[in-house]
C-alpha cells in the first residue's frame, strides 16, 4: 500500500495577471483531466505581491502510477 503522503511528483499552476488567475482553476482542471493516471496527495495555495503585481501559485504533489511501475522494473 501507499503511504498516503508521498508523492513521486509536483506540478506548479502561477498566474500574476488577473486574466490568467481567473482561469487558473479551469487550467488546473483540464491538466487532472489529462493524467488520469495521478493520485494526487497534497496542495498549497501561495498568494504573493509587491506594489504591481499579485501572484497566484497552486502547487500540487501526487502519485504517478506509471511513473512509478518504470522505476521499479
Known amino acids: 500500500m501507499i503511504d498516503k503522503n ?3 511528483g509536483v506540478k506548479v499552476f502561477s498566474a500574476t495577471m488577473a486574466q ?3 482561469q487558473l482553476g479551469e ?3 483540464a ?3 489529462e493524467h488520469p493516471h495521478i493520485r494526487i496527495v497534497d496542495k ?3 498568494q504573493s ?3 504591481a503585481f499579485h501572484c497566484l501559485a ?7 502510477e506509471q511513473a512509478a511501475a518504470q522505476q521499479s522494473s
Open 20 to 22: 490568467e488567475r481567473d
Open 6 to 8: 508521498k508523492f513521486n
Open 31 to 33: 491538466w487532472i483531466a
Open 44 to 46: 498549497i495555495v501561495t
Open 58 to 64: 497552486i502547487t500540487l504533489f501526487y502519485w504517478d
Open 27 to 29: 487550467k488546473l482542471s
Open 49 to 51: 505581491s509587491d506594489e
